[in-house]
């Protein structure tokens, strides 16, 4: 889901997914950056670019593979913004976040640029996998300022880098395997509008995947809402069928 907020007129936020078999999906989320429509342009070419790329792509052999592939997509979708960057005056210096989330079975591979997150939420628990590359969580992992300072600090959003707009990508590479109930995909407009208790509420009613994606919308732009907000929800299916059959 993706919602423009009360605050902004353009929607910047892009979230797409591929379900490639039973066993297989891709998702990826983007959050443009840019003024008036460039960062709108700059998330949706590197989500389509990175979509349509799996789309094409054969069966993955190997956990290598995989990291080779997202990061090759990640820095394909990099030249293809920055090109793009320097066909108009009004597109200059526009970019994205990204984060992709590729689910084969039970394993889980994660890649991001920027700080849209990637959660897991198992046993009320929530999990941030992603590390924001920000400007406050170099502070914070200098001991400079602390995680509740951190949250209100005035250059929080700035960035180290973001598609189209970095001379060189530091792509991150994750997995995870099998238990956990959810896996969020979100853009900051979602977890600066509600803070972590907030999100553990909602996701961890016995709702159907729906309602808890209106729900989380819905209640971030009540709290929120200053920033445009996307977010991907993914649920393994494996865990909530074990747990019925207890």
Same mark, same amino acid.
């Given at each position: 889901m993706s919602d423009v907020g009360n605050v902004r007129t353009i929607n910047q936020d =892009?979230?797409?997914? =591929?379900?490639?078999?039973?066993?297989? !999906?891709?998702? $990826?989320? !983007? #959050?443009?950056?840019?003024?008036?429509?460039?960062?709108e342009?700059?998330?949706?070419?590197? !989500?389509? #670019?990175?979509?349509?790329? =799996?789309?094409?792509?054969?069966?993955? *052999?190997?956990?290598? #593979?995989?990291?080779?592939w997202m990061e090759e997509v990640i820095n394909h979708a990099h030249q293809l913004v920055m090109e793009k960057s320097h066909t108009a005056e009004e597109l200059e210096g526009m970019g994205t976040t990204v984060v992709i989330v590729l689910c084969i079975d039970?394993?889980? =591979?994660?890649? *991001? $640029?920027g700080d849209s997150r990637a959660y897991l939420f198992n046993n009320d628990e929530l999990i941030q996998l992603t590390k924001d590359d920000t400007l406050v969580n170099v502070l914070i992992d200098s001991g400079t300022i602390s995680k509740d300072e951190a949250l209100y600090h005035p250059q929080k959003n700035i960035l180290l880098q973001a598609v189209g707009v970095s001379e060189h990508l530091d792509v991150s590479f994750m997995t995870q395997k099998g238990n956990y109930q959810y896996i969020l995909v979100c853009s900051d407009g979602l977890y600066n509008s509600l803070f972590d208790p907030q999100l553990i509420e909602i996701l961890k009613k016995d709702k159907s995947l729906e309602e808890i994606g209106k729900e989380l919308m819905d209640t971030a732009n009540t709290f929120g809402g200053r920033d445009n907000i996307g977010f991907a929800l993914i649920l393994n299916k494996g865990v909530v069928e074990n747990e019925s059959d207890k």
């Open positions: =892009y979230v797409r997914y =591929y379900q490639k078999s039973k066993q297989e !999906c891709l998702v $990826v989320l !983007c #959050d443009g950056m840019g003024g008036h429509n460039a960062g342009i700059a998330s949706q070419l590197t !989500c389509d #670019d990175i979509i349509e790329n =799996y789309q094409k792509h054969d069966a993955f *052999h190997s956990t290598e #593979d995989i990291h080779r039970d394993n889980i =591979y994660i890649s *991001h $640029v």
